[in-house]
């Protein structure tokens, strides 16, 4: 596993390689440690199936527990007190990945998932292509920045195993029956029955295969988690009380 620094080093050099010339790190290691160290209120992850409901929980516990949810407005703005040089940071989570093919697969091939302006110190700006990795390494940083922060609700991402086994962290896992998940995305998504069950199945093998590849973990181990909910059993409004009342046990 890379340390905060390695990771934090990772993402910074990318900004700056060969070509841009000497420059030094925009981030300073003691810095990097003043973040990730000390004390630090909860922050909740929470693992999910497509259609199981995580993020009405998700937002359930922001209104209960006055924390902030992890999203693009969040993730410019750790960027920012970060002073990442990127305009709009890239949000590559699970729900954006595609199962790798066979040919990627044997050639390792490298996929671009998006571009992002990057202003330089010197005050130059360009459009800069980002790939997988540093996609995942800017996410992996941005999460442990706002770990730091504190007080987050975090859905995806692989938050469960960027801040495994870090203080003051709960991991939940949010699953439904597969019928029940169906149906919900079926209706929230205005699609046929049909086409609601093939983007669950797929969805459930692009999340499993981001998680093994980026993050070395089995997305469906219970072991990774202090609670797994099921909405199928529980509503989303009762779930949301059951981690409130776990976070005040942490």
């Known amino acids: 596993m890379r340390t905060d620094s390695a990771s934090a080093h990772l993402v910074v050099s990318y900004f700056y390689r060969?070509?841009?010339g000497a420059v030094s790190a925009i981030i300073a290691p003691s810095r990097i440690q003043n973040w990730m160290?000390?004390?630090?209120?909860a922050v909740i992850t929470?693992?999910?199936?497509?259609?199981s409901g995580a993020e009405q929980v998700a937002k359930?516990?922001?209104q209960m527990l006055h924390y902030a949810y992890f999203d693009?407005?969040?993730m410019r703005q750790v960027a920012a007190e970060s002073n990442l040089p990127v305009a709009e940071p890239i949000d590559y989570t699970e729900y954006d990945y595609r199962v790798?093919?066979?040919l990627e697969r044997i050639l390792q091939m490298r996929r671009l998932v998006g571009h992002t302006l990057v202003r330089w110190p010197s005050g130059r700006s360009e459009i800069r292509e980002f790939y997988e990795h540093e996609s995942i390494e800017l996410v992996r940083f941005l999460i442990r920045a706002a770990y730091r922060r504190g007080n987050v609700v975090i859905v995806g991402r692989g938050g469960q195993a960027i801040l495994k086994d870090m203080p003051g962290v709960l991991h939940v896992r949010i699953v439904a029956p597969l019928v029940e998940r169906v149906r919900r995305t079926h209706h929230t998504l205005n699609i046929t029955r049909a086409a609601a069950?093939?983007?669950?199945?797929e969805r459930d093998r692009a999340a499993a295969e981001y998680l093994k590849r980026f993050h070395g973990i089995v997305w469906d181990d219970p072991t990774l988690y202090h609670l797994v909910l099921n909405t199928g059993k529980w509503s989303a409004m009762r779930a949301a009380q059951l981690i409130v009342d776990a976070v005040h046990r942490l």
């Open 18 to 20: 060969t070509g841009y």
């Open 100 to 102: 790798q093919n066979v």
């Open 60 to 62: 359930l516990l922001c």
């Open 72 to 74: 693009r407005d969040m």
């Open 197 to 201: 069950v093939t983007l669950v199945n």
């Open 46 to 51: 929470i693992s999910r199936q497509l259609g």
């Open 37 to 41: 160290g000390g004390g630090t209120m």
